[in-house]
């Protein structure tokens, strides 16, 4: 399995452009999750999904926009970027509620200039 | 407001022992979470605690007390490689993981 995977790695977007982050994870969770972390701080929670069809806003949602279309795919929209955007993002999945135990993604590292 | 307070850096010697306390203030609990964090990687799970008392896990002993908001991780016997953050995350009554801040572990040879 390759678990979560995120694309890309790395990107560098001027203010105002928009872009999706990918994540994709094949151990078949309903739950995924999107977070941000900014340098010295805990992960703040984007938006999350319990299934295929539902997503709920978290704690940091403007900004962002998601789709969950299929249980395997939970893509990220960044519509206008800002500078506050600028950050590392990581996608998790998991199999029961709120997470017995959340899987990451590698993370993108997103900068806004 | 709901809260998660731990230390924001440690250090220690190669081969000792070290505890990293975590305390929280949620509404509702439903368990908590330690996970590891190498700089610039992915966090990933240590622990879980959802009811009072120790769990042991090799060299890395997660502890809970409910009634005093209060958690902590100990690390034995540590390694150069166990140098890296470490996120204590509480569930709360919605289900949703808070997270703190991070203790970033130095080790020293």
């Known amino acids: 399995n390759a678990g979560v995977t995120q694309t890309p790695k790395f990107r560098i977007l001027k203010i105002g452009q928009s872009m999706t982050l990918q994540c994709a994870q094949d151990?078949?969770?309903?739950?995924m999750y999107w977070y941000r972390q900014d340098p010295g701080m805990g992960l703040k929670l984007i938006y999350y999904?319990?299934?295929?069809?539902?997503?709920d806003k978290g704690e940091v949602p403007n900004g962002y926009n998601v789709s969950r279309s299929t249980t395997e795919d939970f893509p990220l929209r960044l519509e206008l970027a800002a500078p506050s955007q600028t950050s590392v993002y990581f996608c998790?999945?998991?199999?029961?509620?709120?997470?017995?135990?959340?899987?990451f993604g590698p993370g993108t590292r997103l900068t806004v200039t | 407001g709901q809260n998660i307070d731990q230390p924001t850096e440690m250090t220690a010697t190669e081969g000792a022992i070290v505890q990293i306390n975590c305390t929280y203030q949620?509404?509702?609990?439903?368990?908590l979470f330690w996970y590891q964090q190498h700089a610039g990687e992915a966090p990933t799970f240590l622990s879980y605690?959802?009811l009072d008392g120790l769990e042991e896990k090799g060299r890395f002993s997660s502890f809970l007390s409910r009634s005093k908001g209060y958690s902590y991780l100990l690390l034995k016997e540590l390694q150069m490689k166990d140098s890296a953050s470490y996120l204590c995350?509480?569930?709360?009554?919605?289900?949703?993981?808070?997270w703190g801040a991070g203790t970033k572990l130095i080790i020293k040879p």
């Open positions: 151990m078949n969770h309903n739950y």
């Open positions: 998790a999945s998991s199999s029961t509620t709120g997470g017995y135990e959340q899987y």
């Open positions: 995350a509480v569930r709360d009554g919605n289900y949703q993981l808070i």
């Open positions: 949620t509404s509702g609990f439903n368990g």
């Open positions: 605690n959802v």
């Open positions: 999904s319990v299934g295929a069809g539902i997503t």
